[in-house]
């Protein structure tokens, strides 16, 4: 792609010499000459990685006008200031003429623009990191998400946005849910879905299919001889279906497009008609890392409907300078997560066994962490800005994830919503219900409840209340009861399997994997680790006599017994310290769904209802 040739100039003919006098006149005039829309192009230096080239052009209607750069990219509840990656600015008016920028605060500029008809703005934008809310420029492959490279006016903020790409065939093509505009390049009808519609740029196989009259695109960037595209877009189709059917109404009003990056990295990120996805370039290869996959494609679809056309009243009209707090997230993501993996069961992309596992999984994750004890999940979602995205020691101790909470929540309400109502009804009416009063304008922090109550009756709306605002575990073994099935929460002791949660040991606490020691990350709360006085950071370099490293963890605990007390010893900022420990019963690394003594056909009928598949298979 190169930029588009520029307007040739030719003499009007004769009989058109009074009317181009008239237009040659106009021309002085700013209002005629500015444009109508914002354009900018996006190029990359030679000489340089990680960096992108931006122009933008501005229309002009007042004396002075305010560039802004988001500070957060909606989806991703962190401010992450982006304006800190502009490297260099500069203005001119349309003629060339310079104009000084006047930098206001950390991610505004003003510029004296009483002369201009057209603000022309070039900077340059570096790209820290790779993950799927911020940009990346490369020669291998490129992405963009709009919120961290593009400048907005709140003028122009509704209007009409144009995008370019003026870069060599070697970078490849841009891949994007933008549509093209006629003279090249693509446009968006306003800086909203600019920043909605990311870019990837990349030399990548494009897989499409049809459902239903929707067209989907897959871009596999980088992908390699681990990873089968054909296989992946079958599997893709089969979740488009599945969700499509489940929500039964299409709100997408142009191509999907999912863009993989198979680039050793993870994360997914929605949007209304794409969704950025990472994941590892031998994940097709590995089951459980395949099926994780999976159940990021029937999450980040599952989002088309909720959080990004149903959404929280807070989060309706998106202001990218500051925090948008709602306390609904458990809703958006946690619901999200309890669908995406019965999506792929109904669609019977995974086994009954392996549902069960994924279902297990959560709960394991809600019961072993101690911060469920200290914040309800609303409150967490309230406090995702300041502690689901930026993680530290304490976060594990001091609240639980929307995600993980919500999806047992989920679990547990349908199973209630389905036993109350003698299978008449389910957590997927109350979606849908949501989705049928809601679809069009946000929902309010009481909406949920209400069609819950609706749906199921008061009780339901009793049983659901205190799962949000107070910190009351939800009742996993009597949901598992109404299909026949039961939880094994101590069998298995530790194998730290790579990839699973952080090894947890009979000490209490879990490692920092970015280290070659035994280093703590976080120590758990109420654990013998607390008690014994370790701390985030601390290097444990043996227990008892015995020398301990990551390599014999697990045989060196193994010759020990919960309640012996012995000392550790320990590093701690470059001093050895030895501290006394009562060991703890080791928490064991996962829990395990079994079906009950006396599961009958009917507990298999309900099974077959949740999961849209029979037990057998
Ligand atoms: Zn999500």
Known sequence: MLFTTPTKWSLPPKRLRLFGLFMLLSLFSPTVLAIDEVRHTVSFPENKEQVFLVRSEFPVSSTVTELIMPDWTPGSYLIRDHAANINRISATTEDGTGLTLQKTSKDRWQVDTSTAGTLIVDYEVFTPVLNVSTSWASRAFSLINGASVFLYTTQTRDLRQSVEFAHDQARGEPFTAMLPAPGGGFQAADYDQLVDDPVAIARAPVYRFTNNAQDYNLVNVGENRFWDGNQAAQDVEKVVAETQSFWGSNPLQKPYWFLNFIVEAKGGLEHDHSTVMMTGRRHMRDRKAYIKWLGLVAHE?????????????????????????????????????????????????????????????????????????????????????????????????????????????????????????????????????????????????????????????????????????????????????????????????????????????????????????????????????????????????????????????????????????????????????????????????????????????????????????????
Not at 504 to 518: F, R, T, Y
């Open 301 to 617: 679809f599952f989002h088309v409907w909720n959080v990004r056309n149903m959404r929280p009243l807070e989060l309706e009209h998106y202001d990218y300078q500051n925090e948008q707090y709602t306390s609904q997230l458990w809703i958006a993501e946690g619901l999200t997560s309890y669908y995406d993996n019965l999506i792929m069961s109904r669609a019977g992309l995974i086994t009954p066994k392996e549902y069960l596992e994924l279902l297990a999984q959560d709960i394991y994750r809600l019961e072993t962490t101690p911060g469920r004890l200290l914040r309800p999940v609303t409150e967490a979602s309230v406090d995702a800005w300041i502690r689901h995205y930026k993680p530290n020691a304490n976060t594990h101790n001091s609240t639980i994830s929307y995600y993980t909470k919500g999806a047992v929540i989920g679990f547990v309400l349908d199973s209630y919503l389905r036993k109350s109502s003698k299978g008449r009804h389910t957590l997927d009416d109350v979606m849908r219900k949501m989705y049928e009063l809601y679809s069009n304008k946000a929902y309010s922090a009481d909406a949920f409840e209400k069609v819950v109550i609706d749906v199921g009756g008061a009780g339901a709306g009793d049983f659901l209340q205190p799962l949000l605002t107070t910190t009351v575990e939800p009742d996993v073994d009597a949901a598992l009861e109404f299909y026949g099935l039961e939880l094994n929460r101590g069998a298995i002791m530790i194998t730290g399997e790579p990839d699973e949660e952080p090894l947890l040991s009979d000490i209490g606490v879990h490692w920092n994997d970015n280290k070659p020691g035994l280093v703590v990350k976080t120590v758990v709360g109420g654990s013998a680790g607390e008690t014994a006085g370790l701390i985030s950071g601390d290097e444990i370099l043996a227990i008892g006599d015995e020398r301990l490293t990551r390599k014999n963890i697990d045989k060196v605990m193994t010759s020990f017994s919960p309640g012996d007390q012995v000392s550790l010893l320990v590093s701690r900022r470059g001093k050895i310290t030895s501290l006394d420990i009562t060991l703890d019963v080791a928490i064991p690394d996962r829990y395990e769904i079994l079906l009950k003594s006396g599961f009958t056909k009917r507990d298999i009928a309900r099974l077959k209802r949740l999961l849209g598949q029979d037990l057998n298979q």
